[in-house]
């Protein structure tokens, strides 16, 4: 996750905790520099799905401001499926999927190596992928992004990948 960083901002301090009465934090970062951090899988473990990121900003008068963003294992997207994709000789549409595709990445490579990520701009859901290579598989996935309130006003962020599907563009 990322952020942007205020002006007069000297530090962050990062914690993660579970949600609930008796929940310790089991991560904590000081003055911490960068404006973008990488939640690691490892710490939705023991059954734990959602936790809670306090980040504060320290600033040089000594004063900090605070916010706190939830996070889960549980907002993964439903898997595409090929039944609900209008597959053409050079483009793949969207039309069909039930709820809007705002971020979708594919790729020739399974491992997502050189993907290319499309963006949906004007709201409301992508329609399509173009300038596809007819009869060549691709690898998809998609995304569905979250507004979040920053000190500039709202921004659009990035959730969860959904799972990947395999679909070959007609001759």
Do not use: H
């Not at 007069?8 to 993660?16: A, D, F, K, R, V």
């Not at 008796?22 to 939640?39: L, P, R």
């Not at 059954?47 to 294992?73: D, F, P, R």
């Not at 090929?82 to 790729?107: A, G, W």
């Amino acid at each position: 996750m990322s952020w942007s960083k205020s002006p007069g901002c000297t530090g962050y301090n990062i914690t993660y905790t579970g949600i609930g009465k008796n929940s310790k934090a089991f991560f904590k970062k000081t003055d911490y520099k960068k404006t973008s951090i990488t939640v690691n899988r490892s710490y939705f473990k023991n059954n734990i799905n959602i936790i809670l990121v306090n980040i504060a900003a320290n600033y040089k008068t000594g004063a900090t401001e605070a916010t706190q963003i939830v996070l889960s294992l549980d907002n993964r997207p439903p898997k595409m499926k090929k039944k609900r994709l209008n597959i053409k000789k050079k483009q793949i549409s969207f039309e069909k999927m039930l709820i809007p595709v705002d971020i979708v990445q594919y790729s020739k490579n399974k491992s997502f190596k050189n993907a290319k990520t499309v963006w949906d701009k004007k709201g409301g859901g992508l329609k399509a992928i173009k300038k596809l290579k007819p009869n060549t598989t691709y690898y998809i996935r998609y995304s569905i992004t979250t507004d979040v309130s920053t000190l500039k006003g709202y921004k659009k962020i990035g959730g969860i990948w959904s799972k990947t599907i395999k679909v070959k563009t007609k001759k």
